[in-house]
């Protein structure tokens, strides 16, 4: 058993439908913690300071790199987004999965200060369809959907560095897959340490009749 929480990464274009996903997961299962980001872009109608993200001007987001609190940052579409380091360190340390849904480079950066977080990419089944649902939404200026379609044309040549591609089709079919995946990654041998350990002390014992 691990007594550590596993970090997981939820990435995926802009308008997959992350938000949803990882809100209902939340919902349906009780052993996840969301981290709440920090960022500098303008809050959306409906967002609330403290639980959408911790929405701070560009000063206080650099103070804050500079006082190393954040696990890792980047710039997304003109502005910072970051994730704050303490909560996620406590919430693992309680033996919770906490699940950052956050872009690729941050995405990357934290794969590779961590190795064991699992890294999840969210795509809906065809680009139509993204830039539908960016358009339903309803929440950006069509300069901003546009900005935000480039840059999954972007993102496309990272999903290979992900752990698994989850399509975003039906959405309570997809929250059971990715509750299952994040189950089953309790078990791969990197993420299962401490139980190597142990077997390979007590096997040592054991082979030495002691
Ligand atoms: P939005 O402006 O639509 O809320 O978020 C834009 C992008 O920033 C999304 O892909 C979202 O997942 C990502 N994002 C949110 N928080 C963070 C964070 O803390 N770090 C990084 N690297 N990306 C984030």
């Given at each position: 058993?691990?007594?550590n ?18 809100r ?15 960022t500098t872009?303008?809050?959306?109608e409906g ?9 701070v001007?560009?000063?206080?987001f ?7 609190g ?29 699940i950052l849904?956050?872009?690729?480079q ?21 680009g139509?369809?993204?830039?539908t649902?960016l358009?339903?939404?309803n ?11 480039s840059?999954?044309?972007e ?8 752990d698994?591609?989850?399509?975003n ?18 078990n ?6 401490d ?13 030495k009749?002691?």
């Amino acid at each position: 058993m691990n007594k550590n929480g596993i970090l997981v990464v939820v990435s995926g274009f802009s308008g997959a439908g992350k938000g949803t996903l990882v809100r209902k997961l939340l919902e349906k299962y009780d052993n996840y913690s969301l981290s709440v980001s920090m960022t500098t872009r303008n809050k959306r109608e409906g967002e609330e300071d403290g639980v959408s993200y911790f929405f701070v001007d560009h000063k206080k987001f650099e103070q804050t790199i500079i006082e190393d609190g954040l696990l890792e940052y980047a710039s997304y579409c003109g502005n910072y987004y970051g994730t704050p380091k303490d909560y996620v360190k406590k919430q693992l340390a309680q033996g919770k999965d906490v699940i950052l849904e956050i872009e690729v480079q941050g995405a990357l950066q934290i794969k590779k200060k961590y190795p064991t977080t699992l890294l999840l990419f969210v795509t809906p089944p065809s680009g139509e369809e993204l830039i539908t649902r960016l358009r339903t939404r309803n929440t950006e200026t069509e300069e901003d959907i546009m900005r935000r379609i480039s840059r999954a044309a972007e993102e496309v040549d990272s999903i290979s560095k992900y752990d698994y591609l989850v399509i975003n089709d039906n959405i309570d079919e997809c929250v059971d897959e990715l509750h299952n995946i994040i189950a089953s990654a309790h078990n791969a041998p990197i993420r299962q340490q401490d139980l190597i350990d142990r077997l390979k002390n007590e096997l040592d014992i054991l082979s030495k009749g002691e």
